[in-house]
């Protein structure tokens, strides 16, 4: 199992410009997650999927950031216009559809708005 | 969610028994306890879970007490590459986790 994938695993964008990350879970798990790490903020989850419906998007801090997943087997975040302020590591995670199991996280994408 | 509060930092040496204590007074009938390590540069990684009790694998050691409002994570004969942040988390993995600020270990010669 190759784990969670995600691509690129370095963006560099103009302020303005949109930037689009993506994400391929594990296969056979029921959960998606994306999450944003800062210095100032830590780790903070945006949105999540089950079975590719969006369950909780109340962490999507404005309408520039959209989800989306396709299939089982693909979600994207896309920031448009992006800003300064965005720039963070975006982590995606994927879990089993048990009440007790972990998540698995991707290596994330180093995101620098400049 | 329940709450957690851990302790910012901790210092250790190389070879010594490492224990990071997690508060969750808070905690629901239902609740897991799950513990994450991350590295620089890396996602969080999952480490260990528990319902109860005591919970051993091969990278560390929960203890839970019978109230469950706290937990010890225990790290045996730490080295050099156990410097990490490290997170506690309470949930089922039906919901969203938060992770809380960390602990962040740094692990000495």
């Known amino acids: 199992d190759a784990g969670v994938i995600q691509s690129p695993r370095h963006e560099v964008t103009e302020m303005g410009q949109e930037v689009t990350l993506r994400c391929k879970p594990i296969s056979g798990h029921d959960y998606l997650f994306w999450y944003r790490q800062t210095m100032m903020r830590g780790l903070e989850l945006l949105i999540y999927?089950?079975?590719?419906?969006?369950?909780?998007d109340s962490g999507m801090p404005e309408d520039r950031f959209s989800a989306k997943m396709p299939n089982a087997s693909f979600s994207t975040l896309k920031i448009q216009p992006s800003e300064p302020r965005d720039s963070a590591v975006y982590f995606c995670?994927?879990?089993?559809?048990?009440?007790?199991?972990?998540?698995?996280f991707g290596s994330g994408t180093r995101l620098t708005v400049v | 969610l329940a709450k957690t509060t851990q302790p910012i930092s901790m210092d250790s040496y190389e070879g010594q028994e490492v224990n990071i204590t997690c508060s969750h007074n808070n905690i629901a009938t239902n609740d897991y306890i799950t513990w994450y390590q991350q590295f620089p540069s890396q996602g969080p990684r999952f480490i260990i879970q528990?319902?109860?009790t005591k919970v051993t694998n091969e990278v560390a050691s929960l203890f839970i007490p019978a109230d469950r409002k706290s937990s010890t994570l225990s790290l045996p004969r730490v080295s050099l590459s156990d410097t990490a942040v490290y997170y506690c988390?309470?949930?089922?993995?039906?919901?969203?986790?938060?992770f809380g600020t960390g602990t962040r270990l740094l692990v000495s010669p």
């Open positions: 988390l309470v949930g089922t993995g039906f919901q969203k986790l938060v």
């Open positions: 999927f089950n079975n590719n419906v969006p369950i909780d």
């Open positions: 528990g319902y109860k």
């Open positions: 995670a994927s879990s089993l559809n048990e009440e007790n199991y972990g998540y698995t």
